[in-house]
């Protein structure tokens, strides 16, 4: 905000440079004040992330504190190859703005510290074991109550192995099964969860099971779901 009210009462840039050279096929911005000025801010912005990536070492233990390694030895990387392609002329031997390829480093960073400590498969991982373990019946639902996933525990509910595929409704007293479609459709439209709503279901050898489902709406692979959650009572 401090260099644009001096931008405007000066009527000068002074944080981009507007004077180049050209050198063979490149075209270099001249090292002058508002250049220096560019680099100096941000170097101390980056200055401030690395000792944010500092504090939250500190505080993270494991595989966390491991992934905030990586991307602090990055970041002192990144700042030293700003200084050293920032402050330096390398004209005709470097690309105009060499420092900017320092963000190069990052995204090498972010794969390396992702396939290193498996970050993005450590939730899934943690996920597939909750839905398994889960004591109560989990059914992942489309929007015309078609299960699509069903967790063990509705397979033994249920009593049935292949329930993927299969209308959800088909496993309700047939004079239940209208009216928990609409409840289901309607809250599907809304994105409303609903909890507590009793009913009956079916087993594979027909017998009759009081349960209480809980159902919420969740976004799988860019696709509406419901999950649905069947307590027997």
């Not at 696709?223 to 649905?228: A, D, I, P, S, W």
Request: glycine share 6%.
């Amino acid at each position: 905000m401090v260099i644009v009210l001096i931008t405007y009462a000066f009527q000068t840039n002074v944080i981009n440079s507007q004077q180049f050279e050209r050198i063979g096929a490149f075209i270099y911005p001249e090292f002058n004040a508002s250049y220096l000025i560019t680099m100096t801010v941000g170097n101390v912005f980056h200055l401030l992330v690395i000792g944010l990536l500092f504090y939250a070492r500190t505080q993270l233990r494991d595989a966390p504190r491991g992934i905030i390694n990586v991307l602090l030895s990055v970041a002192l990387l990144v700042l030293v190859w700003d200084i050293v392609f920032g402050y330096n002329s390398f004209y005709g031997v470097m690309p105009p703005y060499a420092y900017m390829y320092g963000g190069l480093f990052w995204a090498g960073a972010l794969t390396i510290a992702m396939r290193r400590f498996d970050y993005l498969a450590s939730y899934q991982k943690r996920f597939a074991t909750l839905y398994n373990l889960n004591p109560s019946a989990i059914l992942l639902l489309d929007r015309h109550g078609r299960i699509e996933s069903a967790n063990p525990a509705a397979h033994t509910l249920l009593k049935e192995h292949k329930l993927s595929g299969q209308p959800f409704a088909d496993y309700l007293p047939e004079k239940k099964q209208q009216g928990w479609l609409q409840h289901y459709e309607v809250h599907f439209a809304s994105q409303r969860k609903f909890n507590e709503y009793e009913t009956k279901v079916l087993t594979l050898e027909q017998q009759e099971r009081y349960v209480v489902m809980d159902a919420d709406f969740v976004f799988i692979e860019q696709e509406l779901h419901g999950m649905l959650l069947i307590r027997d009572i």
